[in-house]
């Protein structure tokens, strides 16, 4: 019996993710900020008859040092982590900002996800064959980076934040494998595709009707979790993997450059840094 920690396990994707695995016998661990929302998903849980094998650590993911809390309480609760599977993201049309002063999809979409692949690390080696799931954007270019602004406070859009987004997880990913070595967690990048319950967000009347027409001809959550639950069950060999629609693609391009991944990561702990966070602590030990 695994232990799978599922960040954003409360709706859509991760939700569907967290209730296949507790079907399949595993512990779940989820990580949300809507306890009215994990009271559903306990409520599905114990109708599977695994309602003790799921447990809820409230957190919002926006706000680091929350994420920072949230992962020291899996470390010290949980030593052992086989998966953890990525999936919170809010869509913003305007720009918004936490009360850390920091860019909402920033924080959420990719400081976050950043603070715990890190952060789990430890505990992740613990396990034989443990994998970080991060169901983001793979593929995109590396044009959409905005390099001396990725906290977007000039021309802000919604989309250009998320596909921004997309791509600094690709990066994650290669900074991640690069730390971590080929012995650390395998790292899997997934585009499920256009996904029904995937349009968490707050649209302006200009955005609505586009987000109402994808909605129409979007997959049902069931048919994007085939890849997500093979990586989970047969990790790739390969320490960084990446996925459109369940098709495979190269991540020896430029998509994927490893001195754009380490100039992030550069750029990333000098942010945690401004924010006062204890790096050593929120990255592992590793």
């Known amino acids: 019996m695994s232990v799978v920690v599922v960040a954003g396990g409360t709706d859509g994707i991760g939700r569907a993710v967290a ?13 949300g900020r809507d306890p009215v929302k994990a009271d559903a998903v306990r409520a599905q849980a114990f109708q599977l008859g695994a309602g003790e094998r799921l447990h809820f650590v409230h957190a919002d993911l926006s706000l680091l040092r929350a994420t920072s809390r949230a992962v020291e309480h899996i470390r010290t609760a949980y ?15 305007r720009r918004s900002v936490t009360t850390e002063g920091v860019e909402e999809n920033f924080a959420l979409f990719y400081l976050s996800r950043y603070l715990i692949s890190h952060g789990l690390v430890p505990a992740m080696r613990r ?3 443990a994998v970080v799931v991060n169901v983001a954007g793979p593929g995109a270019e590396l044009s959409v980076v905005r390099w001396d602004d990725l906290e977007l406070r000039r021309d802000y859009h919604g989309g250009a934040a998320l596909g921004q987004g997309g791509k600094l997880n690709d990066l994650l990913g290669v900074a991640f494998t690069d730390q971590h070595g080929p012995a650390g967690p395998r ?26 027409a994808m909605q129409q001809n979007a ?9 997500i639950l093979a990586a989970l069950d047969d990790p790739p ?7 459109v629609e369940g098709v495979r693609l190269r991540v020896d ?31 592992g030990d590793s």
């Not at 899997?188 to 955005?207: E, R």
Request: some cysteine; proline content about 9%.
């Open 19 to 31: 209730l296949q695995r507790l079907a399949a016998g595993h512990t779940v661990v989820l990580v």
């Open 79 to 93: 030593p052992s982590v086989d998966a953890v599977v990525l999936c919170a993201r809010h869509y913003h049309s």
């Open 127 to 129: 396990a034989p064959r």
């Open 187 to 212: 790292y899997v990048l997934i585009h499920p595709g256009v996904t029904a319950t995937g349009f968490s967000g707050t649209y302006d009347t200009a955005t609505l009707p586009h987000i109402r």
């Open 219 to 227: 997959k049902p959550v069931s048919a994007v979790l085939p890849p």
């Open 237 to 243: 060999a390969d320490p960084l993997s990446a996925f």
């Open 253 to 283: 391009t430029a998509g994927f450059d490893p001195r754009a991944a380490r100039r992030l990561d550069e750029l990333t702990r000098k942010r945690l840094a401004a924010l006062h966070l204890d790096l050593h602590e929120d990255l």
